[in-house]
């Protein structure tokens, strides 16, 4: 079942409104917390402080930071404590007892896709993946995704099934990553799904690259999955742009019609392993994408291999998109956080309502019987 939150902040005041069924909703209001926004920006200072110092970043100019005779790990472990402490006894404030009731009640016997909405982009940035929201009422079936504030176009139905989902891989600018992780785990995917990378090469002619890798998107035999790994950029002018080569992107607006043509052809999901922004997720979801995942803040190269890595080993398993993310979250949160403290918090999955998570489908003997015919056809 499909709920929708959709909060919105007006000068001091935040407005929630569930809305699921046929038009049954709930409305509240409660004051939001100026304190809280400062707790956001001191958590995400030290977080950019602490990955700074600590190697590459899938990102842009972090700016200027003082890392002078800190323990920024055990600063950021502290934001970040008491950023979701206060994040999270602002949401348990009576106010939203109805709200929280509704969901938790409905999730009690059966799991249920809730998709927030947020304005502004302040309100965006939080951690909302975080909120346990049926906790207090004892229901975990509540799964959190975004949606962008505007969708003028309907997802694109999924065209049929393929003998193997293919998968297209962008690898962007590797200047201080290294893409050798990237690589071997998707190549772990080659039993399941036919993969093509697509990538920078030193001395190539950037134009030629950007034109091979806009041909490559619009493939005509089509896409399922496409994955972007390198350096990019959050810019308002162009809705986001990608490094695909050393001081050569490609903005998403440039992108558009390329990825449309792959929407047609049956793109279902799209991960920039990437510091994107959620304004990169709203503008593909706003132009007929069903599935984006983003990392919300820069995210350090290691972590980004992580992410990518336990997400893969999920999709093998038969997870779909979103408990695959998730399922990623958690083993960053659970296992990892000693190593990469507050990375549990940075990846972000949008969704059309209307959309299904992709999966890969188990291959039954009619799959596997196609698929041989169609690989030893002469």
Not at 36 to 47: A, D, K, P, V
Not at 163 to 180: H, S, Y
Request: net charge negative; aromatic share 8%; charged share 15%.
């Amino acid at each position: 079942m499909i709920y929708r939150l959709s909060i919105q902040r007006i000068e001091g005041i935040c407005r929630f409104e569930l809305i699921w069924k046929r038009g049954q909703r709930l409305q509240a209001q409660m004051p939001y917390p100026t304190d809280l926004e400062i707790h956001y920006q001191q958590w995400q200072q030290t977080y950019l402080n602490f990955y700074q110092q600590v190697g590459p970043r899938r990102m842009g100019t972090l700016g200027q930071v003082n890392t002078a005779n800190l323990d920024l790990h055990s600063q950021l472990v502290q934001a970040e404590a008491w950023l979701l402490s206060k994040f999270h006894r602002w949401l348990r404030q009576e106010e939203l007892t109805d709200i929280r009731k509704a969901l938790s009640t409905a999730a009690r016997n059966t799991a249920i896709d809730l998709f927030l909405t947020c304005e502004p982009i302040e309100i965006a940035w939080l951690p909302w993946e975080s909120w346990e929201i049926g906790s207090e009422f004892g229901s975990t079936h509540i799964r959190i995704a975004r949606a962008p504030n505007t969708i003028r176009v309907a997802p694109q139905a999924p065209t049929p099934e393929r003998p193997k989902p293919r998968v297209l891989v962008i690898l962007g600018d590797e200047t201080g990553l290294d893409f050798a992780g990237d690589r071997l785990a998707l190549q772990s995917l080659q039993s399941l799904v036919d993969i093509t990378f697509v990538g920078w090469t030193p001395n190539q002619d950037r134009g030629a690259l950007k034109q091979t890798i806009c041909e490559a998107i619009a493939d005509s035999t089509g896409w399922d999955v496409l994955f972007f790994a390198g350096h990019s950029n959050e810019a308002d002018v162009v809705a986001g742009h990608t490094y695909v080569a050393p001081q050569t992107t490609l903005a998403i607006r440039e992108l558009q019609p390329y990825l449309q043509t792959a929407q047609t052809n049956g793109l279902q999901f799209v991960l920039f392993n990437s510091c994107s922004g959620l304004a990169v997720a709203e503008a593909l979801i706003a132009m007929g994408l069903s599935q984006v995942a983003i990392m919300r803040e820069p995210i350090h190269n290691q972590v980004a291999k992580n992410v990518l890595v336990q997400f893969l080993q999920s999709l093998v398993a038969h997870q779909d998109v979103q408990d695959a993310l998730q399922t990623a979250c958690d083993h960053l949160k659970l296992e990892q956080h000693l190593a990469y403290p507050s990375a549990h918090l940075i990846p972000c999955l949008f969704r059309h309502p209307d959309s299904t998570p992709f999966r890969i489908q188990p291959m039954g003997w009619r799959q596997v019987l196609q698929h041989w015919v169609s690989s030893h056809r002469p």
